[in-house]
């Protein structure tokens, strides 16, 4: 099967990771169609770049709450003509309802170690209808995952890995993280068409280093969630450092971005920082790149160890300084090296990390510099690479679903189906019975 025969369907567009795919995929000559699913204002297509991309769209609007109102048949017909198919956040679950087995999974996070494991909600005497399909959504989603040819993960820590063990087969391949930025575009025109960048441009110019820590403000609640970004940690760092390097002038800057924002700008004040700390409002990754690039410093997640995610390659893509927390023994067998950082752990790590910059931040900047040819070189070229092989091999042996996916799951699921269908006439019934008995009327 020729490239221009294959049509690849790209399924979900969590951060903005489906529609740079895409776009790599049209790049090396594929046909190839974004459907977005219910996404986030700032993880749609025009949220990455300035430019109009020749790119088809379709908006399919699914989450976990309408997986009742497409059958089987309506799934089918959607992806009628396609061959390949890449899906993120709940596009497993859906496709698996339609029989069709997703040849990509790239998890996003929550789709991952959350969706599959859904509860049905504690209402009595009856869960909502709503609730009822939240949770049949839920029990689509793992076995779709479970039964995904390739899962486009990159190695992170043990807490995470456990779920793609508990949930993925023998038969899943573990692949690369698929390219997650695309980087072809950042130039300094494009960096310069961010709305912010006038503002930060006045901000770096008025500093002697210029820090953005663009995460989540998440850190108040349960310190073993994958959420928790420990941003509470890096401030008193942070205050520690400028109070011992009273001549320096430092600024750093921060989203409005995240559960705990309001709770941040409590200890900012507490902490005596507010002079210091520049807020700026949730904003779209286009703008975003923008403002890194203007940094000298980006700070990432300190609440576990990572080795890739959202915020740690938008600051490697502009090759800036990184500080974050890692863990190497869990990482370096999986990559011919890793990119330079410095690890935090503890606010006294922050303020030593910090100070060693400071001392020579012109070195520190060209050692940065290498972060960005890891990126390319084992992130971005190394998927792109993979992606192609693993579509030339389903383009070379094409499965059966009834031949992957044992019977006992398809019984499994159907009485999942049977049991919620069974609520939603109960549900139907406690309704009309409500509204039948008014003790008010006369």
Request: overall charge positive; hydrophobic content about 35%.
């Amino acid at each position: 099967m020729k490239k221009d025969e294959i049509k690849i369907a790209c399924i979900g567009n969590m951060n903005n990771n489906m529609f740079t795919v895409v776009r790599y995929l049209k790049d090396e000559g594929y046909c190839v169609t974004l459907f977005l699913l219910d996404e986030y204002g700032h993880f749609l297509p025009e949220a990455d770049t300035f430019d109009k991309v020749d790119v088809e769209v379709k908006n399919l609007g699914w989450n976990k709450f309408t997986f009742h109102q497409e059958s089987k048949e309506s799934i089918k017909k959607k992806f009628e003509g396609y061959n390949f198919f890449i899906g993120t956040d709940w596009a497993p679950a859906y496709l698996f309802k339609a029989g069709i087995l997703l040849d990509i999974f790239c998890p996003a996070g929550s789709d991952l170690f959350e969706y599959p494991f859904c509860k049905l909600e504690k209402i009595r005497p009856l869960p909502t209808i709503a609730g009822i399909e939240g949770w049949r959504c839920s029990k689509y989603q793992y076995y779709g995952i479970r039964y995904t040819r390739y899962i486009s993960m990159e190695p992170t820590n043990a807490e995470l890995e456990r779920y793609v063990k508990e949930i993925c087969s023998v038969n899943s391949k573990r692949i690369p993280a698929l390219p997650f930025l695309y980087i072809k575009q950042y130039n300094e025109n494009y960096f310069q068409k961010s709305e912010f960048y006038e503002r930060v441009k006045k901000i770096r110019n008025e500093s002697d280093i210029l820090i953005v820590q663009h995460c989540r403000q998440e850190w108040k609640g349960d310190k073993e969630s994958f959420h928790y970004k420990a941003n509470q940690i890096f401030l008193k760092g942070f205050r520690d450092f400028i109070s011992s390097v009273p001549k320096v002038r430092v600024n750093l800057l921060l989203l409005e971005y995240g559960t705990d924002v309001n709770a941040s700008k409590e200890l900012i004040l507490e902490l005596g920082l507010q002079d210091r700390v520049h807020w700026l409002p949730t904003t779209l990754r286009k703008n975003l790149i923008g403002v890194i690039d203007l940094c000298d410093i980006g700070v990432g997640e300190l609440g576990k160890s990572w080795v890739v995610y959202g915020s740690v390659l938008e600051i490697l893509s502009v090759g800036k300084i990184f500080i974050g927390r890692r863990n190497d023994k869990e990482y370096s067998e999986n990559y011919s090296y890793l990119y330079p950082m410095f690890n935090a752990v503890s606010a006294e790590d922050v303020t030593k990390s910090l100070i060693e910059i400071s001392l020579d931040l012109n070195k520190q900047k060209l050692i940065a510099l290498t972060g960005k040819k890891w990126l390319e070189e084992e992130i971005i070229n190394k998927s792109i690479k993979t992606l192609n092989g693993c579509i030339e091999n389903k383009a070379m042996s094409e499965s059966n679903y009834s031949k992957v996916v044992p019977f006992k799951v398809e019984l499994t699921l159907f009485t999942y189906t049977l049991c919620s269908y069974f609520i939603i006439i109960l549900n139907y019934f406690k309704i009309k019975l409500t509204r039948s008995y008014n003790p008010h009327a006369v």
